[in-house]
């Protein structure tokens, strides 16, 4: 079993940037890959980034590629996102998600969810 909570969330304005967690309990942390997915206001959950359960590879959606980088910790049981030149369309809530892979994470093949952090990007 593993548990996901989500912080860093919150207000920010078109171009800047914020660094979202992703705190993972349980030893088995470092044997998951993990991702980001976001859900904006009427609209479906959608894959953001994915990271392997080394850090060795990452896998981006194309709406944030360049702009957005994962990356994880292993020894800390924590995963990131940091979100750079941000734009209004990037607001949604932000969920964490593991699973067995990270090709399957971007399948939306996901063991385990947080409960979301929103983000808000004003225009």
């Known amino acids: 079993q593993v548990q996901l909570v989500e912080s860093g969330g919150g207000l920010v304005q078109a171009g800047g940037s914020l660094r979202l967690s992703c705190a993972a309990s349980?030893?088995?942390?470092?044997?998951?890959?993990m991702g980001w997915f976001r859900q904006a206001p009427g609209k479906e959950r959608e894959f953001v980034a994915a990271?392997?359960?080394?850090?060795?590879?990452?896998y981006y959606a194309k709406s944030v590629k360049g702009r957005f980088t994962i990356s994880r910790d292993n020894a800390k049981n924590t995963v990131w996102l940091q979100m750079n030149s941000l734009k209004p369309e990037d607001t949604a809530v932000y969920y964490c998600?593991?699973?067995?892979?990270?090709?399957?994470?971007?399948?939306?093949?996901?063991?385990?969810w947080g409960k979301g952090t929103l983000v808000t990007v004003s225009s």
């Open positions: 349980g030893r088995t942390f470092s044997s998951y890959a």
């Open positions: 990271i392997s359960w080394s850090g060795g590879r990452t």
């Open positions: 998600a593991a699973g067995m892979d990270y090709l399957g994470i971007q399948a939306a093949r996901v063991n385990y």
